[in-house]
């Protein structure tokens, strides 16, 4: 009888059906039981950020036994032809952290908009980084907005260190999604706290970037201090699948407490009479590019 030892852990290295599993006694490789494969999956049944429970046998080889149930996760379809396959790109993050540059390039604040959107529906805590800002003379001008919206926004740069305690602060002891646009300058803040960190987590990204869905590697990065860092690029091709037009006010923090105040439960909030929210913009309450945001998303433009 071959003698198994049972562990919990959590999920840092996905690759080709090979789980790594820290356990808090080492590092264990674990493929999922049989067991938990019957039927026909509908999407990852275990992904990086899962927590789960193993056997480990006497000769080193581990079983992934139990996935525990999922708090949240940031999910997309699978982009191939095939459909309605759900890839987790990060299970249980604790919160997203969005990082955009103030300028070279230049913000696009719709990338932005659609990002917190899927954050909030997704129910995932957003942080937006605005970084490079010895590039510009006021960048509350651009990101002040997200502000008074009741997002944390943290102002970056790794020329004059400005943000980089406050943002490693932030991620200290979480699991934390970062995402951004090329150019944004999340390798350069990820070594600024943590030199090598960007390099390796930009190492990870290009082979996600490449497309071999069937050969990507997945992988939380130890954060010191503790915590585990993510790049989640899948974030440019998340669509929202599974999202309604008329959802899409409750994922606009500005919006969705006014929509009560509407005439009508199904206002669309752009053409009806007595809409709350067109009231709020007419009241310089509702900043008049994140309503257009708004708009693109709902009509399934941006």
């Not at 993050?93 to 954050?119: E, G, S, T, Y």
Request: with cysteine; net charge negative.
């Amino acid at each position: 009888m071959v003698k198994e030892e049972a562990l919990h852990g959590l999920i840092v290295k996905a690759q080709s059906g090979f789980f790594t599993v820290e356990t808090g006694q080492g590092f264990r490789v674990c493929q999922l039981r049989g067991k938990l494969k019957q039927g026909k999956a509908t999407g990852d049944l275990a992904a990086i950020g899962d927590r789960v429970r193993i056997t480990v046998s006497e000769d080193g080889s581990g079983a992934i036994e139990e996935v525990e149930e999922r708090e949240r996760a940031i999910v997309r379809l699978d982009p191939r032809p095939q459909g309605n396959y759900q890839q987790v790109l990060l299970a249980n993050p604790d919160q997203a952290v969005f990082v955009f540059a103030c300028a070279h390039p230049n913000p696009r604040l719709r990338m932005l908009d659609r990002f917190l959107v899927i954050a909030e529906k997704q129910k995932i805590p957003a942080v937006i980084v605005a970084n490079k800002i010895d590039l510009v003379e006021d960048p509350k001008e651009i990101f002040g907005l997200y502000e008074t919206i009741g997002y944390p926004v943290l102002y970056t740069s790794t020329k004059t260190d400005a943000g980089i305690e406050e943002l490693k602060s932030m991620l200290t002891g979480k699991v934390s999604a970062f995402a951004g646009p090329s150019g944004a300058g999340k390798s350069s803040l990820l070594n600024a706290m943590q030199p090598g960190l960007g390099l390796a987590v930009n190492e990870i990204s290009r082979a996600v970037n490449k497309g071999k869905h069937t050969t990507v590697t997945r992988q939380l990065f130890p954060f010191e201090g503790g915590g585990y860092v993510a790049d989640t690029p899948g974030w440019k091709s998340l669509a929202l699948w599974d999202t309604e037009p008329e959802e899409i006010d409750a994922y606009f923090p500005e919006l969705r407490d006014l929509v009560q105040h509407c005439q009508f439960s199904d206002c669309t909030h752009i053409h009806e009479p007595d809409c709350a929210v067109r009231r709020a913009l007419d009241e310089g309450k509702i900043h008049p590019e994140r309503y257009d945001s708004y708009l693109r998303l709902r009509s399934g433009k941006d």
